[in-house]
Structure formats: structure tokens, C-alpha cells
């Protein structure tokens, strides 16, 4: 049985526009400039950020280089620490290496005994001291409790280092040198 739809339908079908897949391109073309249309609509109308006073957030993160020299006083570095004074432990300081990345580093020190070693953060140096810190140019010794600092000693200048000094050539006779062959060598 075959159901009659009628002609009056069937004309109003005729009457649709057929559709093909470039129809569906174009259809999906127009909804994604419409919606970037409204998304930079919204952006102009909304806030830039919460409503009432703006103010910036800072992050706190590690102070810059000056302001690290600006709180240091090369001079009288004591003075600005009272908890902090030259050590007068019977020790030198040799050598420094310092880990600014994760704060430790290790230090050569010159014992009372006339022995140097090597020590790291954390290690006892003798009894009752232990190697605090390692700074540029000193290290902070914590000696029973007390905060000490320990420097380089750049009293004297450094010595001038230069080349080996050569022994004098040997003495030698003309007749025991080898003749001298001039030899030319065309190469083209």
C-alpha cells in the first residue's frame, strides 16, 4: 500500500533548494566568523578584571644583583651583623667554591697543625667548628655556637708567574753540526 502524499506537497518540495556539501562549507564558514565577531564584541564590553581597585601583584622571588651589593658593606661588614665577627681561630683560607644554586659549596682550609683539606658545608673542621657558608672571597665558620667569619688572605700580591727559564745552549763545534742541504722543492 503506497501512501499519497499529494500534488499540492509534492509541489511545495520542488520549491526547497537542493543542498550539497559546499553549502555546508559556507554555512560553516559564516558561523565561525560569527563567533569571532562575538568573542572580540565581548572582549571590548567586559572588565579586564574584577570590579573595584586594581592593584599589581608581585612575585617574590630572589632580589637582584644590586640590591644584593647595595646591602653589603665591604668595609665594615660587622658592623651591619653584630651576631658576625672575624674569626681568631689558628685557621687559613685557601680556596673557595661556591654554589649559588643551591647555596652549599666547599671550602680548602689550611689546619692548625700545617695540613690543608678540603671541607663542605655541613662539616666539622676541627672540634667544635663546622663550615657554615661559603661566600666570594670568605666563609662563615660556626665556632660553639658563635658565627665567625673566616677571609682569604689577600695581604701580599700574588706572585708573577712567567716562563720556565731555559738552561743555556750547549757548546757546540761548527764541524759536529749536520751540513746544511739547501733542497728545493718545485710543486705545482
Avoid: K
Wanted: negative net charge.
Amino acid at each position: 500500500m503506497r501512501l499519497d502524499s499529494g500534488a499540492r506537497a509534492q509541489m511545495f518540495l520542488r520549491r526547497l533548494p537542493s543542498y550539497d556539501i559546499s553549502f555546508a562549507i559556507e554555512f560553516m564558514a559564516l558561523a565561525i566568523v560569527a563567533w569571532a565577531c562575538a568573542s572580540l564584541f565581548w572582549a571590548f564590553v567586559s572588565p579586564l578584571g574584577p570590579i573595584g581597585r586594581w592593584h599589581e601583584q608581585t612575585v617574590a622571588g630572589p632580589p637582584s644583583s644590586t640590591a644584593i651589593l647595595a646591602s653589603v658593606d665591604p668595609f665594615f661588614r660587622s658592623v651591619g651583623n653584630p651576631a658576625v665577627e672575624v674569626a681568631t681561630i689558628d685557621l687559613t683560607l685557601f680556596g673557595v667554591r661556591q654554589d649559588r644554586a643551591s647555596g652549599r659549596g666547599s671550602a680548602i682550609i689550611g689546619l692548625p697543625d700545617g695540613s690543608q683539606a678540603s671541607f663542605m658545608v655541613g662539616e666539622t673542621v676541627t672540634a667544635g667548628v663546622t663550615l657554615g657558608s661559603v661566600d666570594f672571597d670568605s666563609v662563615t665558620l660556626i665556632h660553639n655556637g658563635r658565627r665567625e667569619l673566616l677571609f682569604l688572605d689577600q695581604s701580599s700580591p700574588a706572585e708573577a708567574v712567567g716562563p720556565p727559564a731555559l738552561a743555556p745552549p750547549a757548546e757546540t763545534r761548527p764541524s759536529e753540526l749536520a751540513p746544511a742541504t739547501n733542497t728545493v722543492s718545485a710543486a705545482q
